[in-house]
């Protein structure tokens, strides 16, 4: 079996549809402050790991670079996140952005959750509010997600 | 907030719509495409940058894919035979630490051992799904930790390793392939995943051992 068989067996999975996505126009990317919500599962190793149906957010430090994978899917390839976190966390590609000049400040605090969810009742009511205010009293004006 | 959301798999990303999504067929796990490779990252990143100047909601596709046959696998040596009275997979999970170390030196620890057990425990917990591969109840086989998430670390701990011994990073999937088809360790989680079954444990309890591919049937 291939990654392209692996994505064949869920791509069907029922999708919740929102009927008004929250479209926004953002201040010009050289003035915005941008963050990064990656559903690796990304933790500190000094913060709790995720539970198997855990709806809640990590908060990562964008000056730190020890993040564990907290993932409880083994569906995914984890050898590309181990040589390299840029693969799924591209915060020294922000970085390099940013002393360019092409974007303006890269957050100071990023959000992890876990991409294994069974009930998206929660995470829709709860954990992703929350995060979204979480970021938005940072002042974040344009997030960058990434799927794991 | 503006939100630009990459997505691994393209259908999913048509179906949840959302306001700015690039499709990415890129490996699941690597959703900016090729580790270790500075500028193709930057593509990915410039590419969904530029779709905050979308007026309308809509999904674009990264125009370079990365395909995975599901044939690759990692070519790595493994320690030679060192205690004859050790379980061959113990005795290989033993061989494999210093590399193990090595590699946490260079690359930190992101996906070895140390949400379930340490690096020190690999070799006991390997133990316990012999046991269960054996024959052994699973939950008198002495996993240390919820069967799934050991399993989790002891793949980590021997794809760290891997990355101290070869001189590449790995194509997508084959450093899996490797631990899973080429290793000890990796023979006796597929016979402890199957002997679970076999024994009709609830499934969700063998089932996330490995890849929903390493069934043979």
Redesign the interface.
Known sequence: ???????R??????????EQ??????PP?EEATVAIVTSASLHH?DQD?FA?KDTTYRVLDASR??????H?????????????????F?L???D??AAQGR?GKVADQHLAFAGNQFDLAQIRMDGGPAG?AF??EQG????????? | ????????????MI??????GLACDF??????????D?EF??KV?AH??SM?KR???GVEDFPESI?????EM?VCPLPPRHDPDAHPAVDEARGLRVAYDR?IEK??????A??AISADDVPSAIESFIRISEGTPWKEAQVPG?P??V??DI??YY??A??AIVDH??A?????RWFRDATQTGKVIRAAQQAMKDADVRRDLWL??????SMQD
């Open positions: 079996m291939a990654d392209q068989d692996i994505k067996a869920v791509q069907d999975i029922e999708c919740p549809v929102f996505p929250a479209f926004t126009t953002p990317l190793p790991d198997p670079r020890d993040y564990l994978v907290g409880w899917s083994p569906n995914f390839d984890t050898a590309g996140v181990a040589a390299d976190l840029n693969v799924v591209p020294d590609r922000l390099e952005l974007i979204a970021l938005k974040v004006d344009v997030v960058l997600l990434t799927p794991v | 907030m503006a939100t630009v959301a990459l997505g691994s798999i393209r259908q999913q179906g949840t719509a959302p306001p700015r490996p699941l796990g690597r959703p900016i495409g090729k580790p270790n500075a990252q930057h990143l969904a940058f905050l007026t309308e909601p395909p995975d046959e599901g044939t990692l590699a690359y930190g620890n992101r996906v070895g140390g949400r919820v799934a998430r399993a989790q793949r980590g794809e760290t891997a990355l990073t790995p997508a999937w084959a450093g899996l996330f051992l490995l890849p929903m591919d």
